[in-house]
């Protein structure tokens, strides 16, 4: 038997690289990333508000989360997107984060002002996790690496195939990785790692059958009423919390004023809730924006992220001075 040096080398150059990829792809990652924080709130004189997020980027469950923060501060745990989500001291500790899944967790902080650098270690039962400074540093979901390695490698094999057959007539264009951004679907921009065809959150508000809506602003003065309507047409029972303010409201109402958690919408079901937000009768331009924020989670635990930056009308129908709305 004749032996070809050229093909033998290619062969184990082919498989250290397709060991490479399939190392690639299942490596675990855990990211930790801090969205914002917030200067202000009433829960405390000396705190602030800090959103933590913890994402499982990797193939396998993650187990036994345990982000460890700077010592030096006081945390206090103000909600969470998962119940196995809680505060231990220093620690954020979480039991389990599902593939592609990730918990979000508001803290209290107090003793100092928190930063990105005050995370100084996170690790799970498997591995260690890294922080990141901005969300486009956020790694792709294991599935979405698994369609580019298939589209780096079939792609040139076919572009190939195209320039032998037309006999060198036409040049195959070189493809340009474009990264996802956030899209707009009823009025809501969504962060493009909740664009996915399996997340039936996305899929059920993109066909309607999953609304949340704004209703007709009110207002009593400088404080304007925001109604959410929300109406649920699917078969699954879901979860919401809303948030909604403005430049101005830190100044008239309590930070907690600005979030209602807990939401329950079932199958078949619609129900309106109303958030207070502060709007000077005067005010022009930046100070008419009202921030609003809707987290959506169903029993299966996937989750939904809607935003929008809704500007309010110049007019607002004003209530009757005997009036008087809360929130809920």
């Known amino acids: 038997m004749q032996f070809n040096p050229i093909s033998i080398v290619l062969t184990l150059v082919g498989g250290l690289l397709l060991a490479a990829l399939l190392g690639w792809i299942r490596r675990p990652r855990l990211t930790v990333f801090v969205p914002r924080t917030f200067s202000y709130n009433q829960l405390s004189d000396k705190g602030h508000l800090v959103e933590v997020t913890v994402f499982n980027r990797g193939f396998k469950t993650e187990e036994s989360i345990d982000v460890t923060l700077n010592p030096s501060l006081k945390y206090e745990l103000l909600g969470a997107n998962s119940p196995d989500a809680t505060v231990d001291r220093n620690r954020l500790k979480m039991t389990r984060i599902a593939p592609s ?3 979000t967790m508001l803290l209290v902080v107090e003793n100092g002002v928190f930063k990105p650098d005050d995370i100084t270690q996170t690790v799970s039962k498997e591995t260690k996790g890294v922080t990141v400074a901005k969300l486009e540093d956020v790694p792709p979901t294991a599935m979405q690496r698994v369609f580019l390695v298939g589209v ?7 572009c190939y195939l195209g320039y032998v057959a037309i006999n060198n007539a036409f040049t195959a264009p070189e493809p340009t990785a474009v990264a996802a951004a956030p899209i707009k679907t009823i009025g809501w921009t969504i962060p493009s790692f909740y664009q996915k065809d399996d997340n039936l959150l996305y899929k059920s508000l993109e066909s309607g059958k999953l609304s949340v809506e704004l209703g007709t602003l009110s207002a009593k003065g400088d404080i304007v009423s925001v109604p959410f309507q929300l109406r649920n047409d699917t078969n699954a029972v879901y979860n919401a ?5 403005t430049s101005t409201t830190d100044k008239r109402t309590p930070r907690y004023e600005q ?3 807990n939401v329950i919408v079932f199958p078949g079901g619609k129900t309106e809730k109303h958030i207070n937000v502060a709007i000077p009768i005067t005010a022009t331009g930046n100070e008419r924006i009202i921030f ?3 987290f959506l989670e169903d029993t299966n635990g996937e989750t939904l992220k809607l935003n929008q930056n809704y500007i309010a009308p110049d007019k607002i129908n004003q209530e009757p001075a005997s009036a008087k709305r809360k929130n809920g």
């Open 241 to 245: 919390t809303l948030q909604a303010f």
């Open 152 to 158: 780096f490698i079939v792609l040139p094999a076919v």
């Open 292 to 294: 609003i924020t809707v």
């Open 259 to 261: 979030l209602i958690s």
């Open 101 to 103: 899944d990730e918990i």
